[in-house]
């Protein structure tokens, strides 16, 4: 059974900062373009930042966490990272992991989600 685990969310006064970890188990997410997304109360869940499979993963991130967040993975933990830093109120959200086959639209897995609240 493939199961995406994110962890590291909490509490934290803005300008602050946050990792955000997400384990992947089941299979190898090795292949997969690694994303993670966010949904605040309220509102529709949003795109953050996303990692393709290969050596020198290519990197995509919304406009409203460029420079201020960073994605990684380590293949061989089958883990992705979420470093948040100069965090702002409106990055209150519910965060998730996702796992998509490379070249393909649709992501196939998601985490359960934790919660990272800014307050300011």
């Known amino acids: 059974q493939v199961q995406l685990v994110e962890s590291g969310g909490g509490w934290v006064q803005a300008g602050g900062s946050l990792r955000l970890s997400c384990a992947a188990s089941?299979?190898?997410?090795?292949?997969?373009?690694m994303g993670w997304f966010r949904q605040a109360p309220g509102k529709e869940r949003e795109f953050v930042a996303d990692?393709?499979?290969?050596?020198?993963?290519?990197?995509n991130y919304a406009d409203s966490v460029k420079g201020r967040f960073t994605i990684s993975r380590d293949n061989a933990k089958n883990t992705v990272y979420l470093q948040m830093n100069s965090l702002k109120p409106e990055d209150t959200a519910v965060y998730y992991c996702?796992?998509?086959?490379?070249?393909?639209?649709?992501?196939?897995?998601w985490g359960q989600g934790t919660q990272v609240t800014v307050s300011s």
């Open positions: 996702a796992g998509r086959k490379a070249g393909h639209s649709d992501y196939e897995y």
């Open positions: 990692i393709s499979w290969f050596r020198g993963s290519s990197t």
């Open positions: 089941g299979r190898t997410f090795s292949s997969y373009t």
